[in-house]
């Protein structure tokens, strides 16, 4: 299936584990929720997960060969406001979650949904914007 339909539906099913990952953290209004997400969801978060998920070989080779699959597919579309290599890495990310879910992985989806988070709340370090 082409990487970029896998993001599609990768984008979504990681959007719903990051709202229940931050109605967890806090109960609180609507916008405050939605300001909590936006960690999870944007492109340097979700390169920065992949990127430390690839150097831990916490991923399998046919993810990784997925992953870079995505990463590397061309698009005639440009990312507004965006690292383009931050944004290719984060669309290679949620082509892997459509495609783990497409085939019936829920275990290992959510293996690497939750470690993604894992990677994503640490503390920036100071003088890095990037990892």
């Known amino acids: 299936m082409n990487t970029t339909a896998l993001a599609f539906l990768g984008d979504a099913v990681y959007e ?3 709202r229940e990952r931050v109605l967890q953290m806090e109960k609180v209004h609507v916008d405050h929720l939605h300001k909590l997400a936006i960690n999870y969801v944007n ?7 992949v990127k ?3 150097n831990e070989d916490f991923l399998a080779e046919e ?3 997925l992953v870079k699959r995505a990463r590397n597919h061309k698009t005639a579309s ?3 406001n965006a690292d383009p290599v931050n944004y290719k890495l984060a669309t290679a990310f949620e082509a892997l979650i459509g495609w783990l879910h497409l085939e019936g992985r829920k275990d290992r989806c959510e293996e690497i949904i939750f470690r993604a988070m ?5 503390p920036q370090q100071k003088g890095t914007q990037h990892e």
């Open 52 to 54: 430390r998920m690839m």
């Open 78 to 80: 440009k990312p507004k």
């Open 63 to 65: 993810e990784v060969s």
């Open 43 to 49: 492109n340097a978060g979700q390169a920065k997960a």
């Open 16 to 18: 719903v584990y990051v």
């Open 118 to 122: 894992e990677i994503i709340e640490e």
